[in-house]
């Protein structure tokens, strides 16, 4: 069985950070022999060889990279736990971690960490991007005290509340294309036009309806997990983007602008939280804060 210690994890982020062990030591005010003693004997307990040692840096293997990544979110969760611990329960502090994608329901939770950190000053909030997969992952593992999923999702397994407001699907384009004389886009609209899609979305075969007949005549040149890299492919002209409203600036200064899916698409917003984990007094707090705004 191996025997990891948090002490030597953050000794071998460091040195895989710096990719130098004199650089590593030198932060971790550490001797160089000591620290290379370490991840040498981190190499041996794991049975992995971790890093390739070059003439200047050192690199991470394959094996490397995956304890890189485990390491990092271990070493989160210590840090997490060990600071709601440590709270003065009569004097409301720690850390909130929250997990979203891109959606206009945000606003709402911002408007209430922004009064909950003005309240209680000594709170942290740790604002984490993600699509659903990797944010209910964050929640099972302890990493992410809320999640706010966009979507039609099976939530049985989590505490869930709704938030009124819902995101619509759009056509983000340059104000002078075409189709930005049109209030809606309809599908034949999008006939022949290269279009960027969520990958998500795409995943789930969530325009397949919308589509219909025109399926097969829909060109999707690529996908994007956050919205504002695939609009730097509409303001150079390369691409039109499927997306959500009130997400990209469309002010008389901007070059893009959005029309909306006749039929109309729209999605839900949830808030959740896993049932399996115990919510510390900072999220407790936020928990009731989020349920009374709500009514």
Request: charged fraction near 20%.
């Amino acid at each position: 069985m191996i025997n990891l210690e948090i002490r030597v994890l953050r000794y071998f982020v460091a040195v895989a950070e710096v990719k130098t062990i004199s650089g590593a030591a030198k932060r971790l005010h550490l001797s160089q022999p000591t620290l290379s003693r370490q991840i040498s004997d981190l190499e041996t307990e794991t049975g992995s060889r971790l890093f390739i040692r070059g003439s200047r840096e050192i690199t991470l293997t394959d094996k490397g990279r995956y304890l890189l990544k485990r390491a990092n979110a271990i070493i989160a969760l210590v840090d997490k736990t060990e600071q709601n611990l440590q709270t003065d329960q009569t004097v409301i502090s720690g850390s909130l971690d929250i997990g979203a994608g891109e959606s206009r329901g945000m606003q709402r939770i911002m408007d209430l960490v922004a009064q909950l950190q003005q309240d209680y000053p000594a709170v942290t909030v740790h604002l984490h991007s993600g699509d659903a997969a990797a944010i209910e992952a964050q929640l099972a593992d302890g990493r992410l005290d809320f999640g706010v999923i966009m979507g039609r999702r099976q939530l049985k397994q989590y505490g869930a509340l709704k938030l009124p407001e819902v995101d619509r699907w759009g056509i983000i384009m340059p104000k002078a294309a075409p189709l930005a004389q049109q209030k809606f886009i309809a599908p034949n609209d999008l006939v022949g036009l290269p279009l960027m899609v969520s990958e998500q979305a795409l995943q789930r075969d969530f325009f397949q309806d919308w589509w219909r007949n025109v399926a097969n005549q829909i060109t999707i040149t690529g996908t994007y997990n956050l919205i504002f890299n695939a609009t730097l492919m509409v303001t150079n002209g390369g691409s039109y983007v499927l997306g959500f409203a009130n997400l990209v600036n469309t002010d008389t200064e901007s070059p893009l602008t959005f029309r909306p899916l006749k039929p109309e698409l729209a999605e839900p917003i949830t808030v959740v939280w896993s049932k399996e984990q115990p919510l510390s007094p900072v999220a407790q707090v936020f928990l009731k804060r989020l349920e009374a705004n709500l009514g």
